[in-house]
C-alpha cells in the first residue's frame, strides 16, 4: 500500500510558466515532507522541505505547501526553466519515529523553451 | 562537509552471480543508512535500514542482503542475483532526528 502518492506520472510545461506537482499521502504520523529533484543515472537531491506546523516554505523559484487536512502537498516552480526537467520525488517522514523517508513514484517535468 | 561514495556506478552480472554494493559516508558519524532500488517506471523502494554498525532492518523479502561493518560503511549483497534484481541502487544516509536524506549517485545494475 503507498502510503505516498503522486498520481501524475509526467508533466510538460512551458518555460516561464508555473510547475505545480502535486503529491498526497495516507499516514497521518507524517509531519515531515521533502521534495526531492532526480536526473537520470543520477542519485536524487534535496529541493526542498516543510514541516507540519507550517503550511508554507519558500526557497528561491521553489515554494511547497502543505494542506494538512487534505494530506496533499504541492511544489511550485515559478518560473519554469528547461534546467528543471527531471523527475521529482516526493517524499515524507515521522520525525517521532523511525525517520526513515518513503518516497512516492515520481513526477517527470519536462519544460519546453 | 558531508559526502556519500557509492561504487560502481555501473555493473553488468549474469544471472547467479554474487553481487556485492558499497557505500561510505564521510563528515558524519553515526548515520543512519539506506538501499533504495529504483525499478523500471517505479518509485525508490527502500530496501533496507540501519541505525547502527551490525544493526539492519529488511523492508523487503528477497534474495539481498545488507551488511553495516562499520559506522560509515553500508554493503549490499547477493548471493546469487536475479534477472528481476536489475535496477538503479541508491544508497543514502540521514542524521538521526533530521529527516533529509543524502543520497549517493546510485549503482545501474544489469543482471543478464
Known amino acids: 500500500d503507498q502510503q505516498v502518492k503522486q498520481n501524475s506520472p509526467s508533466l510538460s510545461v512551458q518555460e516561464g510558466r508555473i510547475s505545480i506537482l502535486n503529491c498526497d499521502y495516507t499516514?497521518?504520523?507524517?509531519?515531515?515532507f521533502l521534495w526531492y529533484k532526480k536526473y537520470p543515472a543520477e542519485g536524487p537531491t534535496f529541493l526542498i522541505s516543510i514541516s507540519s506546523i507550517k503550511d508554507k516554505n519558500e526557497d528561491g523559484r521553489f515554494t511547497v505547501f502543505l494542506n494538512k487536512s487534505a494530506k496533499h502537498l504541492s511544489l511550485h516552480i515559478v518560473p519554469s526553466q528547461p534546467g528543471d526537467s527531471a523527475v521529482y520525488f516526493c517524499?515524507?517522514?515521522?520525525?517521532?519515529?523511525?525517520?526513515?523517508?518513503?518516497f512516492g513514484r515520481g513526477t517527470s517535468l519536462i519544460v519546453h523553451p | 562537509s558531508q559526502t556519500i561514495h557509492q561504487w560502481p556506478a555501473t555493473l553488468v552480472q549474469p544471472v547467479g552471480s554474487p553481487l556485492s554494493l558499497e557505500c561510505t559516508v564521510e563528515?558524519?558519524?553515526?548515520?543512519?543508512l539506506y538501499w533504495y532500488r529504483q525499478a523500471a517506471g517505479r518509485g525508490l523502494q527502500l530496501l533496507f535500514y540501519?541505525?547502527?554498525?551490525?544493526?539492519i532492518s529488511s523492508e523487503v523479502p528477497q534474495n539481498l542482503s545488507a551488511s553495516r561493518p562499520q559506522d560509515r560503511q553500508f554493503i549490499l549483497s547477493s548471493k546469487k542475483l536475479l534477472l528481476s534484481d536489475s535496477g538503479f541502487y541508491l544508497c543514502?544516509?540521514?542524521?538521526?532526528?533530521?529527516?533529509?536524506?543524502?543520497f549517493g549517485q546510485g549503482t545501474r545494475l544489469t543482471v543478464v
Open positions: 563528515g558524519t558519524s553515526n548515520p543512519n
Open positions: 540501519s541505525v547502527g554498525i551490525g544493526q
Open positions: 517524499a515524507a517522514s515521522e520525525t517521532g519515529g523511525s525517520y526513515i523517508p518513503t
Open positions: 543514502a544516509w540521514t542524521r538521526t532526528g533530521l529527516g533529509v536524506a543524502f
Open positions: 499516514n497521518s504520523m507524517f509531519d515531515y
